[in-house]
């Protein structure tokens, strides 16, 4: 079985989504199977100088889109337009690396979209957020989180 990981960002240096997207494929290819990792070129430096240097790596670069939402600080829809760029390529790479499997390790969130791919079996995850107080205790919850609690449901669906 050939895996092609998907990730934004695969990286001990950022923390948080990208370490947990590096254990991963550490641990894949501790067990020996045929993986593939598809990230942004942002992270090109520190995996070719990883312990993973000897693994196949492919990236998305930048586009003139992403560079202008950037700069404009939208942040939302730079999420959006690039998972929608890692999932043209991931698809292109399925199809061309004969992939049996893609993975997207990340993000985590349940409020960015994932695209529909044709042929291989796809996972997503594992996934996280929006995650709320309890009935019994919302009362806790600060104003603004059970606010976006019934806001967000809306925006998963989407």
């Not at 893609?102 to 969130?109: D, L, N, R, Y």
């Given at each position: 079985?050939?895996?092609?990981?998907?990730?934004?960002?695969?990286?001990?240096?950022?923390?948080?989504e990208?370490?947990?997207?590096?254990?991963?494929?550490?641990?894949?290819?501790?067990?020996?199977?045929?993986?593939?990792q598809?990230?942004?070129?942002?992270?090109?430096?520190?995996?070719?100088?990883?312990?993973?240097?000897d693994l196949?790596?492919?990236?998305?670069?930048?586009d003139f889109?992403?560079?202008?939402?950037?700069?404009?600080?939208?942040?939302?829809?730079?999420?959006?337009?690039?998972?929608?760029?890692?999932?043209?390529?991931?698809?292109?790479?399925?199809n061309?690396?004969g992939?049996?499997l893609?993975?997207?390790?990340?993000?985590?969130?349940t409020?960015?979209?994932?695209?529909?791919?044709?042929?291989?079996?796809?996972?997503?995850?594992?996934?996280?957020?929006?995650?709320?107080?309890?009935?019994?205790?919302?009362?806790?919850?600060?104003w603004?989180?059970?606010?976006?609690?019934?806001?967000?449901?809306?925006?998963?669906?989407?």
């Open positions: 079985m050939k895996i092609l990981l998907v990730s934004p960002n695969v990286s001990r240096k950022m923390g948080g990208a370490i947990k997207s590096w254990n991963i494929i550490k641990e894949i290819n501790k067990i020996g199977l045929d993986s593939i598809l990230t942004h070129a942002r992270v090109r430096k520190e995996l070719s100088e990883s312990e993973f240097s196949k790596f492919f990236y998305v670069e930048d889109i992403q560079i202008i939402l950037f700069k404009l600080r939208l942040n939302w829809i730079l999420g959006a337009w690039g998972s929608w760029l890692l999932h043209k390529k991931a698809q292109e790479l399925a061309s690396e992939c049996d893609v993975h997207f390790t990340s993000p985590i969130s409020t960015l979209p994932y695209f529909a791919m044709n042929g291989p079996k796809v996972v997503i995850g594992p996934l996280n957020g929006n995650i709320h107080y309890p009935p019994g205790l919302a009362f806790r919850e600060e603004h989180r059970r606010l976006a609690g019934r806001i967000l449901p809306v925006f998963q669906r989407l």
